[in-house]
Every structure is written in C-alpha cells, then in structure tokens.
T-cell receptor
C-alpha cells in the first residue's frame, strides 16, 4: 500500500509569490491534515479536511488555505509569501476523524524556502 | 486549550542502554489519545506507540513502552536496548477523542532530540 505522497518535495519561492502544495493520502483514507514545522515554532496544525470539508483550522492567517477533492487528495495554498513561511510542510492522512483515535500517517513533507 | 510539554530538548543514551523521554500534557477532557512519533533525519514522521486514555494498561511495542499516568497527565516513553537507528527527534502528541470538543486535531510537543552513542 503506497504511503502519503507529497509534491513537490523541495521548492524555492520569492516573497510575495504564492505556492500550492499537494498531498495524496493513503488509499482509503478520507481525512487529510496539514502541519507546518519550523525550528522555532515546532509542529503546528494548519487544517484538517474530511470528505471535502474543512473540519478544523489552526491559528494561521488567511493567506493559508486548503481544499480537498472528491478523491481525498488535498492541496494547500499560501499566498503573498513571507520569509517566515519557510518551513517543512507535512501532510498526514487517516481513515477518518472518528472517535476511534485513528492514527495519522505522515508524508515526507514539502520543503519550502522563501527568499 | 490542550497543551503538550516536552521538557528535555536533548537526551543522550549509550547503545544497548535504556532511556526515558518525558512528556506532560494538560487537558480538561477525560477521553483522548496519546502518541509518540519519531522523526529521523529523513524528516518522515513515524508512529512509535499510541495509548488510549481509557486504558489503564501501558502500551508496549517491542523495545518501546510508555508510562502513562493519567492523574498526573504524564506520558513518558521508555526505549530499552537502544540502537543507533533510534537516534531521531521524538515528538509526543495529544489527540482529543472529539466527543466534547468536536475537534480531532493533534497537538504536538516541541520534541526531544535523542542521540545514541556507540
């Protein structure tokens, strides 16, 4: 069974640009969540999607947005990039946000550098 | 709001020895899940072990075990017979069961970097 796939793995953008990151969950998983990891702030929750609906959102500005498609693939977009957006963006999938405590499985991440 | 605290930024252990990583959390909920994730240099987060709050028995996965103290809100990870491949960043994570809060998001600690000395 293929794992969580994130593309692109590495990218460099200029301040003010926008970026779109993609995440394909494990087959059969319907929940996708996104995290930002930086040396200073650690792992911070961005948002979670289930069945194309955003269920939870972290404390990030509106420049950070996401969506989920009918095949459960998800994209996150960051507009008007700032230097501080440089980070590793991790996507994770799980079967669904049930009360069974579904474990989330992470992808390898997308390294974003803003210059 | 829930919080997760890992007070040890870095730990070292001799190969074949035992090490314990600490984690404390704060929550007003009674039903939740706790996890330890490992992040090696490749940066891919790997699940090490999970614990359901309603279970009194401590979870064990081969050389990895936890000491779950619900009343004290403590969730430490013990690694026995440490191996060089155990060197990584370890994150403690909390996940609400969602029944009261309606949210299932994960909250992670700041991590503990584990070095294994040959």
């Amino acid at each position: 069974k293929a794992g969580v796939t994130q593309t692109p793995r590495y990218l460099i953008k200029t301040r003010g640009q926008q970026v779109t990151l993609s995440c394909s969950p494990i087959s059969g998983h319907r929940s996708v969540s996104w995290y930002q990891q930086t040396p200073g702030q650690g792992l911070q929750f961005l948002f979670e999607y289930f069945s194309e609906t955003q269920r939870n959102k972290g404390n990030f500005p509106g420049r950070f947005s996401g969506r989920q498609f009918s095949n459960s693939r998800s994209e996150m977009n960051v507009s008007t990039l700032e230097l501080g957006d440089s980070a590793l963006y991790l996507c994770a999938s799980s079967p669904g946000p049930s009360s069974s405590g579904n474990t989330i499985y992470f992808g390898e991440g997308s390294w974003l550098t803003v210059v | 709001a829930q919080t997760v605290t890992q007070s040890q930024p870095e730990m070292s252990v001799q190969e074949a020895e035992t090490v314990t990583l600490s984690c404390t959390y704060d929550t007003s909920e009674s039903d939740y899940y706790l996890f330890w994730y490992k992040q090696p240099p490749s940066r891919q987060m790997i699940l090490v072990i999970r614990q359901e709050a309603y279970k009194q028995q401590n979870a064990t996965e081969n050389r990895f075990s936890v000491n779950f103290q619900k009343a004290a809100k403590s969730f430490s990870l013990k690694i026995s017979d440490s191996q060089l491949g155990d060197a990584a960043m370890y994150f403690c994570a909390y996940r609400s069961a969602g029944l009261a809060s309606g949210t299932y998001k994960y909250i992670f600690g700041t991590g503990t970097r584990l070095k294994v000395l040959a």
